[in-house]
């Protein structure tokens, strides 16, 4: 995430920050700078709480539902033909081949990985309700300190390595399923800029172009079509 004491309306970033980017960083020297940056870093620890308890989510419910579906269609090829086509065993193939993929994730390493991140976010929240306590001149150096440890301590228990399309769940489980009103205080969230993942923006954004180009192509088809 970008440190900033930049406009309220630049948008947080979900990438983790280093150890090189913290050293950079200036302290915060009054308190209304110092609840922004605790905000910003609850955002950034918040969302790799939820990425990892989403890979968890995947990695542990995935494999259970194509086993349930393959046995179903196993079973159901015993009485009707149309579950014993080519389509149907290649489908289950790619099914496979997805659980040997997830199961690469332990579903119970990333749970427990995701609790100790979480932990750290409520150390944010209580240093921040802490801080805005404070009167504006009150001294912020302890605090100060107290941050710059638990962003160390979260620099050093990052995990990169995530299932696919686990970003896009924590997404959904950070802005749906939780709510922390202490870092919309400071960060002012939008639904399209923030809350939904740039890669799925983007996507979004061809899906309307394609089908206002194949609206446009067929657009003589359609108007025959209810004449």
Known sequence: MKE??????????AKPIT????????????????LKRIA??????GYAANLNFATHDIADKVPVMISFVSMAIGILALVAPVF?????AVCLTLLGILTLYVEKYPAHEYGERGKRTLSMLYALEALYYKVKEKGPSADISGDVKELRRIENQFVDSTCPRQVLFATWYAYF????????????????FRF??????ANLRILLILAAVALTISAIVNWPVWT???R
């Open 4 to 13: 900033t004491n930049a406009p309220r309306g630049e948008k947080p970033n």
């Open 192 to 197: 399209w800029r923030d809350k939904i993942p």
């Open 19 to 34: 150890k090189q980017k913290l050293d950079s960083l200036p302290v915060p020297s009054t308190r209304e700078d110092l």
């Open 84 to 88: 014993q086509l080519t389509g149907v």
């Open 173 to 188: 489980k950070f802005f749906a399923e939780k709510d922390y009103d202490w870092i919309d205080e400071q960060l002012h």
């Open 40 to 45: 910003e870093r609850g955002f950034e620890v």
């Open 224 to 226: 025959a079509w209810f």
